[in-house]
C-alpha cells in the first residue's frame, strides 16, 4: 500500500449578523416564517438597484483583519451570472477580481502545537433563496436572499480531516469572537465546501481534487473527508485516476457520490458591478475597525498564560466567548487570575457541563461570583461554604449574597475557640501526637479532623497555625 | 414661453393622446383617471413615461411580452420627484423592446410612426415620448437613453432630447439595459422646458449608489448665462462622413450663429479607427450588461408563466417565446462576449475602446467647453429602408451620440431645420457635471432658428 499526503482546502460560506441584508433595507433576522424578510430589492424586479450596507463592509473586513489579510485600497463588486431559482436576479453580486480580503492566515492550536493555515481571500457577497423539495415541488424562501455572507477559502494547505475541523472550530469561535455572525450549522450561517486531493511523498505537483459542496456541520466535514480519502487512496492504490469533480457526501451511508463534471467547466461570466461604484477603503477607516477590534482567541489565550494559568485552563476559558468574557469581567473585580480561573472552572462551568446550559442564560453574574470570592479571600466564609452559596445560587437562581445575607454562615475565626476544638481533638489522638514528633505526615489528618467538627466553617488558615502551635507544644 | 406659463391641460392631453393613439401608436396605458394633488412647480402639467420606468400599480411593460402584464410595487425615483411636483401622467409610452434598439418597430404593442411622416420611423428607443411630444400631447415626456435613446429620437422628430450628467437623475425604477449606460433624461419642445424637468428630476438618490451629489443649480435660470467667449468644437472626421449637404448646411448656419454670439469654433481631428470602433464597442458592453440586467426575467417570480415539467424548462420555455429575435440576438451576444474564453478579447477590448474614446474626449474638453455635432446623418429612415452598417456613414456619422453615453457627459439635441419636409437635429455635448453648459448654448442657439415650440400632426402650423 502506498502512502499517501492528504491535501485539504476549505471554502467557508458564513453568514453575517447585520441588522440589514447587505444590498437592501429588508430586516436580516432569522424567521421561520418563509417571504417575510423581502422587497423588491431582494427579489430582484425590474428597476432595483443595489445599495451597499456599510455594517456588512465593516463586519467582513473585521474578519479579513482578524485573519491578517491585506486589505485592499478600494472595494469592488461582481456579477456571477446563472440561472437558479434561488437567485432572483439571475446573478449574484460578489468580489472576485478584488476581495475585501487576501493572503491571510489564521493561526490554530492542534494538540498543543500552533499551526499557521493559509488564507487565500476572504470576499464579501449576498446569499441566495433557500430552496425546499417537497415532494414534486420546490418552495422558495427568499428571507435568505440578499443576507450578507462572507466566503472565507484557504490555500490547500491542511492534511487531515482532524486539522479541517480544527480550522473550522477555530475560525468559528474567531467569528464568534467578533460577532460577526450566529455561525450556527443548524442554520445554515455556516456552510463548508471541502476539496480533497491525494498525493505521493515523492510527488511535486497536488493532486487532482475533488469538490465537496455545502456540508452542513463540522462533524459531517470530518466524516466526508475521511471517506473521500479513502475512496481515493483505493482508486489510487488501484491505478485509477481521480477525475476532477463535484460528488456529494450521503450522511446516511458515509460515502460520497458523484454530483457532476469539474466546477471549472461552468462559466459564470463575471463582470463588474456597474451599480456599484468603487469605494475607496481610508487608511482612517481602515484602522478605526482594527482599533475597535475584540481581543481574538489566540491572544487572549496568550494573556492568560502570562497570568500563570495553565494551558489546560486557558483553553477551556477561550473556547468560548461568553466564557472568556466571563472571565475577564472577573478580572476586572479585582480577582487573582488564577483564583478567578479555578472558581470559574471548578463551579461555573461544571454547572453549565451538567446542566447543559448556555453561560449567557445563567442568573449567576460576574459580580455575584466576585462578591463570593471576595468573602472566601476575606475568610468570612470557608471555601466550602462559597461552593455551597454558588451551588443553591445556581439552583434557585438567587443572588449568592442574598444567601448568605439571610443564613447564618459564619467562619469561625475566634483563636480561643479553635484553640478547644483543637485541643479536644487532640488529646483523643495522643498516639498521633508520637508520630507528629517523629517527623511523620499526620497534619494533614488533624486538619481534616478539625474540618469535620466544624463542618468546614473554620478558618483554615488560623485552624492551621494554632494547630501547629498546639502539637508543638505537646 | 415655457410650459409653466402656458400648457395643454390634462383632459385635453388625455382626449389628444386617445385620438392619436391609433394613428401613431404612441402609448402602451393611456391614463384618463389620474389624480394628484400635490402642488409643486409643475401642478396640473400633463406629461408622459416611458414604459421603463416602474410606477407602482400602474402597469409597466419595457414593451416586452415577458413583461406585458406586470404591475411594479414600488415607483422610480423620476416618477416619485415628478409626483411631489404635481405633474399629471397621462401615460405609459412605448419604447423599443426593453429599450434596446433605435428604431420604435419592436415593441410587443406594434410600431411608433413618426408624426411628420407616417412612412418614417421616429427612432427609439424612447420612440413614444419621442412621438407624443411631437404630437403635442404633452409639452414633455420621460426618457432613457442607452446610446442614443432620447437625442436621436428627438432628432428625427424636430424636438428637444436633454440627457443629463451621468448621475444627475436617479436611474432607480428605470429598467436597466446596460447600467453603465442608461440614463434617464427628458424630451421637450423647447431647452427652457427641458432645463424645468431636470431641475424637478435630479438629485442625489440614497437608493442609486451612482447618483451624483446634489449640485444646487437652477438650470432654468442658468441657461440664461452669456455664452460669449465660451470654446467648442466638433470632429473633422464625423462631418466628412457626412453626404447630405442639407444637413451639413443647417450645421454650418449654427456655426454662425453661434460664432455671431461670441463662441468660438475649432474643427478637432481624430482617429477615424478610434471612431469606427465605437458602435462595435458599445453593441459589446451593452449586449453583456443587459444580457446579465435581464436575466430576473424567467417567469418564475413576476410576467407570464406557463406550466413546466421543471424550473429550468419554465424558464427556458418563457425566455424562448417572450423575447423577440432582436433582444435574443443581443442576449446571445452579450454571453458570448462575456465567456471565459472571449472575455479578454471582446468584452474587455470594448471597455479599453470606451476608455480610449473617453480620455480623448476628455482631452479635448481641457481646451473646449463642449462639442457640437449633428446628431444624425439623414433623416427619419422609411420602414423599409435599408441601412449599410459597415459604412463609415453608419459607423462614424450615425453612431457618434454614443460618447455621451461613454463619457457620461451632459448632451442635447435640438432641431435646427428640414430636410425634404422632414426635420432634423443638432446636438451639443458638454463636460460631465456641466449640464448648464450644454444646455446654455442650446438655448442660445435654439433662439436663432424658427424650430422652438413645433407641433407635427394636426395641430402643426
Redesign the interface.
Known amino acids: 500500500m502506498n502512502v499517501y499526503k492528504v491535501v485539504i482546502g476549505l471554502e467557508t460560506h458564513c453568514e453575517l449578523n447585520t441588522k440589514k441584508k447587505v444590498f437592501s433595507n429588508s430586516n436580516n433576522i432569522y424567521s421561520q416564517s418563509p417571504n417575510t424578510n423581502i422587497s423588491?430589492i431582494d427579489?430582484?424586479?425590474?428597476?432595483?438597484?443595489?445599495?451597499?450596507n456599510k455594517e456588512s463592509v465593516v463586519k467582513a473586513l473585521q474578519v479579513a483583519i482578524a485573519l491578517n489579510s491585506k486589505i485592499p485600497a478600494k472595494l469592488t463588486f461582481d456579477?456571477k451570472?446563472y440561472?437558479y431559482?434561488d437567485l432572483?436576479?439571475?446573478?449574484q453580486i460578489t468580489q472576485s477580481k478584488y476581495p475585501i480580503g487576501e493572503e491571510g492566515y489564521a493561526l490554530i492550536d492542534i494538540d498543543g502545537e500552533t499551526r499557521k493555515v493559509l488564507i487565500h481571500d476572504i470576499h464579501l457577497e449576498e446569499d441566495s433563496a433557500s430552496l425546499d423539495h417537497v415532494g414534486d415541488s420546490?418552495l422558495v424562501d427568499y428571507n435568505r436572499a440578499g443576507v450578507p455572507l462572507i466566503e472565507i477559502v484557504t490555500e490547500p494547505c491542511l492534511n487531515s480531516s482532524s486539522e479541517a475541523v480544527a480550522y473550522l472550530e477555530s475560525l468559528r469561535n474567531m467569528l464568534l469572537y467578533l460577532d460577526v455572525s450566529e455561525a450556527r450549522a443548524d442554520r445554515g450561517q455556516i456552510r463548508c465546501d471541502v476539496n480533497v486531493s491525494l498525493m505521493k511523498d515523492t510527488d511535486t505537483k497536488l493532486g487532482t481534487k475533488v469538490e465537496m459542496k455545502n456540508i452542513n456541520s463540522f462533524a459531517n466535514v470530518k466524516d466526508a473527508i475521511d471517506a473521500e480519502v479513502n475512496r481515493q487512496r483505493e482508486a489510487l492504490d488501484k491505478g485509477e485516476a481521480i477525475i476532477q469533480e463535484t460528488r456529494r457526501y450521503d450522511e446516511i451511508t458515509k460515502t460520497t457520490h458523484r454530483m457532476r463534471d469539474k466546477v471549472e467547466s461552468i462559466?459564470y461570466?463575471?463582470?463588474t458591478e456597474?451599480?456599484?461604484?468603487d469605494i475607496s477603503l481610508k487608511i482612517d477607516f481602515i484602522s478605526s475597525v482594527k482599533t475597535n477590534l475584540p481581543i481574538l482567541p489566540y491572544d487572549r489565550k496568550k494573556k492568560y498564560l502570562e497570568l500563570g494559568i495553565s494551558l489546560v485552563d486557558a483553553n477551556t476559558l477561550v473556547r468560548q466567548k461568553d466564557i472568556s468574557d466571563y472571565f475577564n469581567q472577573i478580572l476586572g473585580e479585582g480577582i487573582e487570575a488564577k483564583t478567578a480561573c479555578n472558581w470559574i472552572i471548578s463551579v461555573v462551568i461544571s454547572y453549565l457541563n451538567k446542566t447543559f446550559t448556555d453561560i449567557k442564560n445563567l442568573s449567576l453574574t460576574p459580580k455575584m461570583l466576585s462578591e463570593v470570592i471576595k468573602l472566601v479571600e476575606s475568610s468570612k466564609i470557608s471555601g466550602k461554604q462559597g461552593k455551597e452559596l454558588l451551588t443553591k445560587s445556581l439552583e434557585d437562581n438567587i443572588d449568592p449574597i442574598e444567601i448568605f445575607n439571610k443564613s447564618n454562615m459564619t467562619q469561625i475565626t475566634d483563636i480561643g475557640e479553635i484553640t478547644n476544638i483543637i485541643t479536644k481533638i487532640i488529646d483523643a489522638n495522643l498516639n498521633l501526637v508520637e508520630d507528629y514528633r517523629k517527623g511523620k505526615n499526620v497534619f494533614n489528618f488533624f486538619i481534616g479532623q478539625v474540618m469535620k467538627e466544624t463542618k468546614g466553617t473554620v478558618n483554615p488558615k488560623i485552624a492551621s497555625d494554632i494547630l501547629k502551635q498546639e502539637l508543638d507544644k505537646r | 414661453m415655457s410650459m409653466l406659463e402656458t400648457h395643454i391641460t390634462y383632459d385635453e392631453a388625455v382626449s389628444r393622446a386617445k385620438k392619436y393613439q391609433d394613428r401613431y401608436n404612441s402609448f402602451v396605458t393611456i391614463i384618463d383617471d389620474y389624480q394628484n394633488e400635490n402642488s409643486g412647480i409643475l401642478k396640473g402639467i400633463p406629461y408622459a413615461l416611458k414604459d421603463n420606468l416602474s410606477t407602482k400599480g400602474i402597469i409597466t411593460t419595457a414593451s416586452s411580452n415577458m413583461l406585458k402584464d406586470y404591475i411594479p410595487s414600488f415607483d422610480a425615483t423620476v416618477y416619485e420627484k415628478l409626483k411631489a411636483s404635481g405633474a399629471m401622467l397621462v401615460g405609459k409610452t412605448v419604447l423599443d423592446e426593453l429599450a434596446m434598439g433605435g428604431t420604435g418597430t419592436t415593441g410587443h404593442t406594434g410600431i411608433v410612426k413618426n408624426p411628420w411622416d407616417e412612412k418614417r420611423m421616429i427612432g427609439g428607443s424612447s420612440s413614444g415620448s419621442a412621438s407624443a411630444v411631437a404630437l403635442g400631447i404633452v409639452p414633455f415626456a420621460i426618457g432613457s437613453d442607452t446610446g442614443d435613446s432620447i437625442r436621436k429620437p428627438a432628432s428625427y422628430a424636430g424636438v428637444v432630447g436633454f440627457k443629463p450628467t451621468y448621475g444627475r437623475v436617479s436611474r432607480y425604477g428605470l429598467f436597466a439595459f446596460a447600467s453603465s449606460l442608461d440614463h434617464v433624461g427628458c424630451l421637450t419642445r423647447n431647452v427652457l422646458d427641458s432645463a424645468i424637468v431636470i431641475d424637478t428630476i435630479k438629485g442625489h438618490d440614497k437608493h442609486d449608489l451612482t447618483s451624483l451629489l446634489d449640485d444646487d443649480k437652477s438650470y432654468r435660470d442658468l441657461i440664461k448665462n452669456d455664452i460669449n467667449g465660451k470654446k467648442g468644437f466638433y470632429l473633422k472626421e464625423i462631418i466628412e462622413s457626412i453626404d447630405s449637404d442639407e444637413i451639413l448646411d443647417c450645421f454650418n448656419k449654427n456655426l454662425k450663429s453661434l460664432k455671431d454670439l461670441g463662441v468660438d469654433i475649432s474643427e478637432v481631428s481624430i482617429d477615424k479607427n478610434l471612431l469606427r470602433a465605437i458602435y462595435p464597442a458599445y453593441i459589446t458592453i451593452s449586449s453583456a450588461e443587459a444580457t446579465s440586467n435581464n436575466s430576473n426575467l424567467t417567469g418564475l417570480l413576476f410576467g407570464p408563466r406557463e406550466e413546466q415539467p421543471s424550473f429550468d424548462k419554465i424558464m427556458m420555455h418563457q425566455r424562448t417565446i417572450g423575447f423577440s429575435n432582436l433582444i435574443k440576438r443581443r442576449f446571445v451576444l452579450g454571453s458570448y462576449v462575456l465567456q471565459k474564453e472571449n472575455q479578454e478579447k471582446l468584452f474587455l477590448n470594448a471597455q479599453r475602446i470606451r476608455r480610449m474614446v473617453v480620455n480623448k474626449i476628455n482631452e479635448l474638453f481641457k481646451q473646449y467647453d463642449f462639442y457640437i455635432l449633428p446628431a444624425t446623418s439623414s433623416i427619419a429612415p422609411l420602414f423599409d429602408d435599408e441601412i449599410d452598417r459597415l459604412s463609415d456613414k453608419y459607423l462614424i456619422a450615425e453612431n457618434h451620440l454614443v460618447i455621451g453615453n461613454f463619457g457620461g457627459y451632459p448632451s442635447i439635441t435640438i432641431p435646427n431645420g428640414f430636410v425634404n419636409k422632414m426635420p432634423i437635429g443638432i446636438n451639443i455635448t458638454s463636460r460631465q457635471k456641466e449640464d448648464e453648459v450644454a444646455l446654455s448654448i442650446a438655448y442660445h442657439l435654439e433662439q436663432t432658428m424658427n424650430y422652438k415650440d413645433q407641433i407635427a400632426g394636426d395641430e402643426r402650423v
Do not use: E, H, M, Q
Request: aromatic letters at 18%; hydrophobic letters at 30%.
Open positions: 423588491a427579489l430582484g424586479f425590474p428597476g432595483i438597484l443595489p445599495v451597499l456579477r451570472n440561472y431559482p432572483p436576479k439571475g446573478y420546490t462559466d461570466k463575471y463582470f456597474p451599480n456599484i461604484p
